[in-house]
């Protein structure tokens, strides 16, 4: 099935001119933001990078399924393009990777892209992967619990009616991926799980990782629906969110959604993905971008044309130049801050 195809027939096909262009957007920006990254490690500006390239269609399209700021989301360090979606800002990016006084998540304390934002709902994640599965899930058990005890009206579009949390695909080797899929399949959650399937959990493929083809085949052992989909696809990927973020706020509980994607970058800046995969499969997976793939579906729907990518794309460098500059003109924090707070008054 096409793009159009899916548009179409799908929940894709309810979406306006203008959400769809703020869908380029966000994949846009995420990817100008992220290149830059890149060269800002390479010339010794910042010290770390781990990079959202290549997913840009699946994050993106996931925020845009469900209530944004309202839900809550438990991200994992590769989702720039969702956290962007969101309402996290290039400048909260840039304040991150450098490490400067007033950055968002931590007051410039954690590691970069360990994304949080109480007023955007989005829930601060540990280092350990995975352990952001059983945290969401935790979350949607008190969603639905409030919601079972009349404390709020599910069908309130202003409150959280589900958690939706990401990782990859070499994530759900760990113990609390397990953990927190069965409690969301026992209590009927109002819960997702987004594995964003790249490939590689770093350097080891994935037929070296699971004994089954796909994470989503492991979802029935969890009395869950478990749905593969197109990751380069934006609107497959938004329809088949859009189908799981009804369940959740209807009340039919969880769902597992695996996005096939790939990662064209190495795993971080400290990797070298030249030994353990070769450069043509790198270049045959560059050839199914997703924004050239949405790029040219969009031109063919008349929403863009040369002129108005040259536009987007001046924007973007813009966006970039100056969160740039505001994070390389911005203090560092001061040693003492080290003994402070992060997220609240000490008494």
Not at 189 to 197: A, H, R, T
């Amino acid at each position: 099935m096409t793009t159009a195809d899916l548009k179409a027939k799908g929940y894709a096909a309810q979406l306006s001119a203008e959400t769809l262009l703020d869908m380029y957007w966000f994949m846009l920006l995420s990817r100008r933001l992220d290149e830059r990254a890149w060269v800002l490690h390479r010339q010794g500006k910042i010290a770390f990078h781990v990079s959202a390239i290549g997913h840009e269609a699946t994050q993106v399209a996931a925020a845009f399924a469900i209530q944004r700021g309202v839900d809550f989301v438990y991200p994992y360090y590769r989702d720039l393009a969702m956290v962007l979606a969101l309402g996290v800002t290039p400048r909260d990016f840039m304040f991150s990777v450098y490490g400067k006084q007033g950055e968002l998540s931590s007051g410039g304390r954690q590691m970069p892209s360990h994304w949080s934002a109480r007023h955007l709902n989005i829930v601060t994640q540990s280092a350990v992967v995975a352990s952001q599965v059983p945290q969401a899930a935790g979350t949607a058990f008190a969603i639905q619990y409030r919601q079972k005890l009349g404390l709020v009206d599910p069908r309130d579009p202003s409150k959280p009616r589900l958690a939706l949390t990401c990782l990859g695909e070499g994530s759900t080797s760990q113990g609390d991926w397990h953990e927190g899929m069965n409690w969301a399949g026992v209590h009927k959650l109002p819960f997702i799980c987004l594995v964003q399937n790249n490939q590689y959990a770093i350097s080891v493929p994935f037929e070296l990782q699971s004994a089954v083809p796909n994470v989503a085949d492991r979802a029935a052992a969890y009395g869950v629906p478990g749905v593969v989909v197109d990751g380069n696809d934006v609107l497959a990927v938004y329809d088949v969110m859009r189908e799981a973020v009804l369940r959740a706020y209807n009340g039919d509980g969880p769902t597992l959604v695996e996005a096939k994607t790939y990662r064209p970058v190495p795993h971080s800046s400290d990797d070298d993905d030249r030994s353990y995969r070769s450069r043509e499969e790198v270049e045959e997976w560059k050839r199914r971008d997703p924004i050239l793939r949405y790029t040219e579906f969009l031109m063919a729907e008349g929403l863009l044309t040369q002129h108005t990518i040259a536009e987007y794309e001046d924007q973007a460098r813009q966006v970039v130049d100056e969160a740039q500059r505001e994070a390389e003109a911005a203090p560092y924090p001061p040693a003492e801050a080290a003994l402070s707070a992060v997220y609240a008054p000490l008494e």
